[in-house]
T-cell receptor, first 115, second 115 residues
Framework: GAGVSQTPSNKVTEKGKYVELRCDPISGHTALYWYRQSLGQGPEFLIYFQGTGAADDSGLPNDRFFAVRPEGSVSTLKIQRTERGDSAVYLC?????????????FGSGTQLSVL | AQSVTQLDSHVSVSEGTPVLLRCNYSSSYSPSLFWYVQHPNKGLQLLLKYTSAATLVKGINGFEAEFKKSETSFHLTKPSAHMSDAAEYFCVVSESNFGNEKLTFGTGTRLTIIP
């Protein structure tokens, strides 16, 4: 597609449930990022993939959060035992990264609501 | 650690008047600085970026920003506001490490345009 695609656009779940959020980056983009944006805040870095491997997962808040990118394209962010505090917009971004400071392209995000 | 502070959470201007959105940064090194815009239900879009070239950076839609090292500021301006400029604006600093574009966002400034 033309841009970064995230599905679903909205996800409502109950406390304690497991959720998966999907990101389809722009075709050919080697780097993929996940950010989380809580209400009234700027996005916060979660994890960065270069190819299939997680090059930096320092932003993941705890071990309930996990992300994969098995074929170096689509990525899935997985949250176990969801808590109400996990409610936020989860943003995905991708870039080609042929040099530093390349432009990031963001998706529209998945609004996660944990009841 | 790098950080940015957006001095105003909300700015209102009349259509056709100048826009000023203020941002101060903190960085141990020469930073890369960005402004992103977020329209409702749309992905974050890069307005402009500073990467140690010219201190006055021109972006899309008539926006520009000036990097002032002595003041650690990177304020965003536009000579004449348009209704379509109404959005959330984020000042961002980049912590580039071997190509990892780990962005640190400010808390955002909501720009309202008065007809």
């Amino acid at each position: 597609g033309a841009g970064v695609s995230q599905t679903p656009s909205n996800k409502v779940t109950e406390k304690g449930k497991y959720v998966e959020l999907r990101c389809d980056p722009i075709s050919g983009h080697t780097a993929l990022y996940w950010y989380r944006q809580s209400l009234g805040q700027g996005p916060e870095f979660l994890i960065y993939f270069q190819g299939t491997g997680a090059a930096d997962d320092s932003g993941l808040p705890n071990d309930r959060f996990f992300a994969v990118r098995p074929e170096g394209s689509v990525s899935t962010l997985k949250i176990q035992r969801t808590e109400r505090g996990d409610s936020a917009v989860y943003l995905c971004a991708s870039t080609l990264l042929t040099a530093t400071n390349e432009k990031l392209f963001f998706g529209s995000g998945t609004q996660l609501s944990v009841l | 650690a790098q950080s940015v502070t957006q001095l105003d959470s909300h700015v209102s201007v009349s259509e056709g008047t100048p826009v000023l959105l203020r941002c101060n940064y903190s960085s141990s090194y020469s930073p890369s600085l960005f402004w992103y815009v977020q329209h409702p239900n749309k992905g974050l879009q890069l307005l402009l970026k500073y990467t140690s070239a010219a201190t006055l950076v021109k972006g899309i839609n008539g926006f520009e920003a000036e990097f002032k090292k002595s003041e650690t500021s990177f304020h965003l301006t536009k000579p004449s506001a348009h209704m379509s400029d109404a959005a959330e604006y984020f000042c961002v600093v980049s912590e580039s490490n071997f190509g990892n574009e780990k962005l640190t966002f400010g808390t955002g400034t909501r720009l309202t345009i008065i007809p």
